[in-house]
């Protein structure tokens, strides 16, 4: 069965930087992108980018460009985010999302079936 | 990027209650909309994609509409088990995907 297991919390101080880890099983891991989502506390979601796992190409979300780099090592299946000069309103459960997709005949859906289950990140001085 | 927006932000219902939530994009998404489910301390859970179609193993009692601009989340008979919040996804622009502010769903 597909699972996405992610690497454990994590308390920061401002300027730090943060690597999050989402190994995955129970699929081909080169097939499907894997999204990062994040969630600040009583928040709604955000979504932060995404990683071709298969190439490594990455698409950020505006808001994170310059501060986000998403890896991965396929050999071990796993997602890396890492979110850099952290400050407090970082603060926030971080969450991979596998994308899949449905192909029809004018392009493809997409959405994310299966998630993480969430890594706090707390920035405090 | 595309907002989206759903109404109401909180409510309040009944077992067996019939729910609708709605959301509403800034632009036309086509079909590319997706809901999803979260429950306290955990990670949220695909109900609906493309507007309309059901996740497996997702109840029947969930269902999804709409196209363009409009979209709607509705519940037929709500049951303990759907108290949560839910989010509306866009994935029309996949560079820059966007979620609703969130419904939260309550015991009246």
């Known amino acids: 069965q597909v699972q996405l297991v992610q690497s454990g919390a994590e308390v920061k101080k401002p300027g730090a930087s943060v690597k999050v880890s989402c190994k995955a099983s129970?699929?081909?891991?080169?097939?499907?992108?894997m999204h990062w989502v994040r969630q600040a506390p009583g928040q709604g979601l955000e979504w932060m980018g995404r990683?071709?796992?298969?190439?490594?190409?990455?698409n950020y979300a505006q808001k994170f460009q310059g501060r986000v780099t998403m890896t991965r090592d396929t050999s071990i299946s796993t997602a890396y985010m890492e979110l850099s000069r952290l400050r407090s309103d970082d603060t926030a459960v971080y969450y991979c999302?596998?994308?899949?997709?449905?192909?029809?005949?004018?392009?493809?859906?997409?959405?994310?079936?299966?998630w993480g289950q969430g890594t706090l990140v707390t920035v405090s001085s | 990027d595309i907002q989206m927006t759903q109404s109401p932000s909180s409510l309040s219902a009944s077992v067996g209650d019939r729910v609708t939530i709605t959301c509403r994009a800034s632009?036309?998404?086509?079909?590319?909309l997706n809901w999803y489910q979260q429950k306290p301390g955990k990670a949220p859970k695909l109900l609906i994609y493309?507007?309309?179609s059901l996740q497996s193993g997702v109840p029947s009692r969930f269902s999804g509409s709409g196209s363009g601009t409009d979209f709607t989340l509705t519940i037929s008979s709500l049951q303990p088990e759907d108290f949560a919040t839910y989010y509306c996804?866009?994935?029309?622009?996949?560079?820059?995907?966007?979620f609703g502010q969130g419904t939260r769903l309550e015991i009246k």
């Open positions: 632009q036309s998404i086509s079909s590319y």
């Open positions: 129970g699929y081909t891991f080169t097939g499907y992108y």
């Open positions: 996804q866009q994935s029309y622009s996949t560079l820059r995907i966007t």
């Open positions: 999302a596998r994308e899949t997709y449905y192909d029809y005949i004018w392009g493809s859906y997409r959405y994310s079936d299966y």
């Open positions: 990683i071709n796992p298969n190439s490594g190409g990455t």
């Open positions: 493309a507007a309309s």
